[in-house]
């Protein structure tokens, strides 16, 4: 059996069967969708969603109905990701599971709203003040929008922590054919709660507490200024740093547990193509008709942008004299690549004109 | 079996609070924390959410839950809060700093009269950053960043929040002897209740503007605002009318799954560009085709582009239809180029040009001119013998175009047009392979 579905479907799919029970966002281009689904089918599966008044109130919403015990989602576009900032922060702070859909345009500002673009990949992973680790995690299909979103909750609960998941206008709103065996199944580990005692706790650095939510027998604080265990503002030097080394060490020390790539190596090729998202399909079209021709190539494409899969893109590189990284950027998550191959010729292909890469361009630019 | 519960004498912690000598944010939570005694809540079902300044620091002096988010939107976490657990009592508390910088979020739950109870703590200026005017500061005010006296006019908070719907609204000081009922009245309304308690902020806005306790009468007075309650009106609360209102809802939307019953007649993977005017139904008559194809074994992705207009300007959707799995790709020169109007001509020029003679333009007749080197079929609705609405020659075309290359047998196309407009679409359809044929 096979449908004809988009990548808005199939994030909406994804994220109730993951147990999302709630939803807030406000109209944008090309993320509506989400919204609208959602405000069609979540009452009917118990859970709210809601319009809110913008992005802030959105996102804040959400973050309040997690403390009292919802899994919840917003969906916006760049513009909307600029409103969430503030907010990021919030849940990050207080280490907040939330999932986060940016389906990207073309920016800066307005842009164009129904033009492609991945211009957001370094945005998300900065979008707050402070510098602290986000995860985000990026489909390359409908059906990977459909695991990848629910592995996003699931994710978000093992880390208590905003999980982005980034995609853009072409794969939330073309229709593409997918078999049903493809979508895949991803196991949500149900939310750790707690009830009584610190609702953080820094020490070892990298443990995770169970969340305590609202309305379970005992009083619980949260607050987003810099707290000890018990949530209580404070800013004592020993404390705060065990707070912020905390937020760093739960997800950068358990990076492993994030990584995920897909992964069509040759060990006899010396180039390896390196795409994500819309620009993934590219990279694997590239590698099918390079091989057909008889010529080796290799390609990755990265699932779990951040924190960057270095041990996977590590194992990639072995043995290759050239990367090419395809972006519809100006080469923003190139720079990463670069970072973390040392002296391996990396060649990016730009594009900003609103076009998707051809798996041509891709093949033009390895000769 | 019955429970006695021991009403709590107090909801305060041991803490003093952090405020300046005389400041009257102490005595307005003095009262919320006897009108929690009152009510004989259980602390743990009451949440105190604060927003940012002095007064934001308020939740820490309470027993009860709290919830300390970034400055204006904690009536968003309340909402949110109240959304998922109504049972709760959510209690909001924030300056004057955050009627102005989160002044939607409060209007909106006004709007909505989420059942939740806003506390402002009105004292005319930001204490926590140095003093500074605020929304409520009265005209002629000296502040900080007023020094030579304000010249906005105050915000009526409780008007706007009045007008809008808000359940329940009180006016008052952090002297009123009453304030701890007319909270607990706030509370127990059902829907959005707001009180807005004027208070003295005693390092920067009494000394500069030598304001006094009869002075916050005597400054509502000459703005002509009225004290006490000013809104009491029976509303229906948002949660209860949501849960309601879902609860009539039915099902979740189920997959639509398409069965292979068809055979395709291409070996390659075959490109269609359909070029019309938004609002005439290009996409939908697009997206049949591919169901079309799905139903006959082949693999396909339809990209639509059109303006946000969505009703005005061009549509064109690019099909591609694949014996294997393929991913969105775009089309650079198209095997099919269907052509329906002038906004789609506009988009395709550079598809035109690029076209050869193994490829193929099907369009309407006032595109005979069209310059291209692929062949041209000119398809004339009058030859039609029964009547197809303009906003059907997509469909008519395209089913011509299916005729053509033989892609999938036109009875995959016809078994694909179900749904509301099911007659509609056959007709197009049979109008099109009619005259293909
Ligand atoms: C987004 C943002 N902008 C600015 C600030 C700085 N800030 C802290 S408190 C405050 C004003 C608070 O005034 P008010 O709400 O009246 O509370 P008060 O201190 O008077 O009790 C501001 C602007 C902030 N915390 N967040
Ligand atoms: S600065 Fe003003 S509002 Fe803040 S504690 Fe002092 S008197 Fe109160
Ligand atoms: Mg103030």
Redesign the pocket.
């Known amino acids: 059996m096979r449908e004809f579905i988009d990548g808005t479907t199939a994030i909406v799919r994804g994220a109730l069967d993951a147990g999302c029970s709630f939803f807030a966002g406000y109209p944008i281009t090309p993320a509506s969708g989400i919204l609208m689904q959602m405000m069609r089918d979540l009452p009917k599966t118990g859970g709210v969603a809601m319009q809110g008044e913008d992005e802030i109130a959105s996102i804040g919403m959400c973050i309040g109905a997690t403390l009292s015990g919802a899994r919840a989602m917003t969906a916006t576009s760049g513009p909307g990701i600029s409103l969430y900032s503030?907010s990021i922060g919030l849940a990050i702070m207080g280490e907040v599971p939330l999932v986060i859909v940016d389906v990207q345009r073309m920016g800066p500002s307005t842009g164009a709203a129904t033009t492609v673009s991945q211009g957001d990949v370094q945005f998300i992973r900065w979008g707050t003040g402070g510098g602290f680790p986000v995860i985000a995690l990026s489909p390359s299909t409908v059906a990977e929008s459909y695991w990848l979103t629910a592995k996003a909750f699931d994710l978000a609960e093992r880390f208590r922590c905003p999980v982005f998941l980034v995609t853009d206008k072409e794969l939330a709103m073309s229709l593409t054919t997918v078999d049903v065996s493809a979508y895949g199944e991803v196991s949500v580990r149900d939310r750790e709660t707690a009830v009584g005692g610190p609702p953080h706790t820094y020490q070892p650095s990298d443990q995770v507490t169970a969340l305590h939510e609202y309305g379970q027998g005992e009083p619980v604080r949260f607050t987003g200024s810099t707290h000890d265990e018990n949530a209580y503002i404070t800013k004592s030097p020993p404390v705060v740093n065990a707070l912020n080394r905390h937020l760093i060490d739960k997800i950068e020390e358990h990076r492993d547990e994030v990584e995920l790539v897909d992964a069509d190596l040759d060990p006899s090729a010396d180039t390896l193509v390196i795409g994500y998202g819309v620009t993934g399909g590219a990279v694997r079209a590239a590698v099918s008709t390079s091989r057909a021709a008889g010529t080796p190539l290799s390609g990755l494409v990265v699932q779990s942008l951040w924190p960057i899969p270095e041990t996977a893109i590590g194992e990639a590189v072995q043995g290759v004299t050239r990367i090419v990284v395809p972006e519809l950027n100006v080469g923003l998550y190139r720079r990463e690549i670069e970072r973390i191959v040392g002296d391996i010729d990396v060649i990016g292909i730009e594009q900003i004109d609103g076009d998707l890469i051809s798996p041509e361009q891709v093949l033009e630019v390895i000769g | 079996m019955s429970i006695t519960v021991t009403p709590l004498e107090t909801f305060r912690t041991e803490d003093p609070y952090p405020f300046c000598p005389g400041c009257g944010?102490g005595s307005v939570l003095d009262s919320l924390n006897e009108a929690l005694v009152m009510m004989e809540l259980d602390p743990a079902e009451v949440v105190i959410v604060s927003?940012?300044?002095?007064?934001?620091?308020s939740d820490q002096y309470f027993t009860t839950s709290a919830f300390h988010g970034?400055?204006?939107r904690s009536t968003t976490y309340a909402t949110g809060i109240k959304l998922r657990r109504p049972d709760l009592t959510v209690v909001v508390i924030?300056?004057?700093?955050?009627?102005?910088?989160g002044g939607t979020h409060l209007i909106n739950a006004a709007r909505r009269n989420v059942g939740i109870s806003v506390i402002v703590?009105?004292?005319?200026?930001?204490?926590?950053?140095g003093g500074?005017h605020?929304t409520?500061t009265p005209e002629g005010s000296i502040t900080s960043t007023t020094p030579g006296g304000n010249l906005e006019h105050p915000l009526d908070i409780c008007g706007t929040v009045g007008v809008n719907g808000a359940g329940y609204v009180y006016r008052g000081t952090s002297f009123d002897k009453d304030l701890p009922q007319r909270m607990v009245d706030a509370i127990r309304h059902p829907g959005f209740a707001l009180l807005d308690v004027w208070d003295l902020?005693t390092a920067?806005f009494v000394p500069k503007n030598k304001l006094g306790r009869k002075g916050l009468d005597t400054t509502m007075e000459g703005l002509g605002l009225d004290a006490g309650v000013l809104f009491e009106r029976e509303v229906a609360e948002y949660t209860e009318a949501y849960r309601e209102a879902a609860s009539r809802m039915g099902k979740r939307h189920a997959p639509v799954t398409i069965p292979i019953e068809y055979e395709s007649g291409i070996d390659e993977p075959l490109s269609i560009v359909a070029a019309g005017s938004a609002g005439a139904r290009v996409r939908s008559a697009a997206r049949l085709v591919g169901l079309a194809g799905i139903r006959s074994g082949l693999w396909v992705t339809q990209r639509d582009d059109f303006p946000v207009t969505v009703k005005a300007g061009h549509s064109v959707s690019q099909l591609v239809l694949s014996p294997e799995e393929i991913p969105p790709v775009g089309v650079s020169v198209p095997d099919v180029l269907v052509l329906l109007s002038e906004d789609g001509l506009k988009k395709v020029g550079e598809m035109l040009e690029g076209m050869g003679p193994d490829q193929l333009v099907v369009a309407l007749p006032e595109f005979a001119q069209v310059e291209t080197k692929a062949r041209v079929e000119l398809i004339d609705p009058k030859g039609w013998t029964s009547r197809v609405p303009k906003a059907q020659f997509g469909l008519a075309l395209l089913a011509a175009a299916v005729v053509r290359t033989g892609m999938f047998p036109p009875e995959a196309l016809r078994a694909a047009a179900g749904g509301p407009f099911e007659a509609e679409n056959v007709n197009a359809i049979d109008a099109g392979l009619g005259l293909a044929g």
Do not use: W
Not at chain 2, 51 to 56: P, V
Not at chain 2, 121 to 129: C, S
């Open positions: 503030e | 944010h927003d940012i300044g002095c007064a934001g620091l970034l400055h204006g924030m300056g004057d700093g955050g009627t102005g910088i703590m009105n004292n005319f200026n930001f204490g926590m950053t500074q605020s409520t902020c920067y």
